[in-house]
């Protein structure tokens, strides 16, 4: 094709038609400029292809990561949901006998950790979008890491509190780890304990406030909010694979 350019270029020269040359070469000027435009518009097409197919697969694991954090943060819920009843009768300062076989003396023995499913909102980060999917999602993901987790570090630093008060201040402490207390489980020292004594309720009520008036409340507004990016993120896959 150049050979052929090069040939007709020649022949105009050499037949003396200067200006025919000159519209001719601006013409050749003009489609070489529209081969570079159309080749860098197939590379930026390209590119754009890898860049939405390498977004679409971030996506699909988001979608994947979310779908099992809703789980986690659904099996918390339920966990102090159980418990609420009992915390509750605590606080009011109805404590009577028949509450040892609910659950007493476990209401601040144990408390849930949650592990977020973070790889594929860190690797949207690494590309840099600037949607609002992209924001929410690292929005709520952000509150996580730095409301959330730390807000169970709390709820469980009170646990191992209450655990090492207990065993350094109590001869039954071997006694209350080891089993499962009720009313016809436990030393009269240890069912004293949790039915009457003012530090044990004292750390319930503070325990029942972090529960119940921050974490579980955050806990179901962010199982809302998950389950709403990941119903977006469901469509998007969705019209995809149409």
Known sequence: MIKFFRKI???LLMENKTGRYFKYAIGEIILVVIGILIALSINNWNEESKDRDKLLNIYSLIYNDIEDDIKELQKNVEFYNEKK???EKVVHDSITPDLLDQGLSSLISNSPRTLLNKKGVSQLRQLQENDTLTFYLNDIYEFMDTRLLPLEIS??????????YVRDNHEWYPEWINNTITRDVGSKE???????????????????????NSYVRSLNALIKGLTTFKEEIGEILKKEND
Request: charged share 25%; hydrophobic share 35%; proline share 3%.
């Open 85 to 87: 009843s009992v915390f």
């Open 9 to 11: 270029r020649q022949n």
């Open 155 to 164: 709820i469980s630093n009170e646990v191992i509190d209450h655990k090492k």
């Open 190 to 212: 240890l069912h004293d304990y949790f039915l009457t004594n003012p530090t044990y309720r004292n750390r319930v009520v503070f325990v029942y406030d972090q529960v119940y």
